[in-house]
């Protein structure tokens, strides 16, 4: 039953995200909506900070000035020889704590030489509820491995307050280009 509300959550977010842009990407991109559950917390220890249900994640318990990291998985299709394009990606996401920041970046990297390139964004953090990070364009070609890299994007998320005073990331949206 678990697996089938999963799949479940996980259709229902991909027909919101075709809603929401309008329909699906014309012939030169490959977009895809993930939902943030899909984020792991990055780190070696027993416990976890991160929070994360079937609509968002969030850092629920930790001390007042302490962040976690999450590391969001990107699915790479265009892999063709030379050139080969660039990534964006949108994160979707909510930050209601007046002096706390989320900041996410997007990052092509490849396993020997480390990152390519990247590109980071961070909320307003002044009652911004409801907000879209949206990282650039990441042109990446053969020279410098791009045939072998990986994209994934990495945010840092800052601990719940009190007063409702939350950051969560629901989803986030990559398009090759």
């Known amino acids: 039953m678990k ?12 027909v919101a995200g075709v809603a929401a842009t309008g329909g699906l ?5 490959n977009a895809k909506l993930y939902p943030a559950f899909g984020c792991l917390e990055t780190g070696t220890g027993g416990g976890t900070t991160i929070n994360r249900n079937e609509v968002r994640i969030t850092k629920s318990s930790g001390g007042v000035n302490e962040t ?4 969001c998985p990107i699915v790479r299709d265009e ?9 964006s990606a949108v994160v979707h996401v909510s930050n209601t704590i007046l002096n706390k920041n989320l900041s996410c970046t997007l ?8 990152p390519i390139t990247f590109q980071t964004k961070t909320t307003s953090g002044v009652n911004s509820a409801g907000e879209d990070l949206v990282l650039g364009s990441l042109l990446v070609n053969s020279h410098d491995g791009g045939q072998d890299a990986f994209y994934y994007i990495q945010c840092e ?3 719940n ?17």
């Open 79 to 87: 892999r063709s020889s030379g050139f080969f394009g660039s990534v």
């Open 107 to 114: 990052t092509a990297r490849h396993h020997a030489n480390g």
């Open 25 to 29: 990407a014309n012939a030169d991109e």
């Open 157 to 159: 998320v800052p601990t």
């Open 161 to 177: 307050q009190g007063g409702g005073q939350v950051v969560k990331i629901f989803s986030y949206e990559v398009t090759e280009h």
């Open 68 to 71: 976690a990291f999450v590391l």
């Open 3 to 14: 697996k089938l509300f999963a799949v479940t959550a996980l259709l229902a977010t991909s």
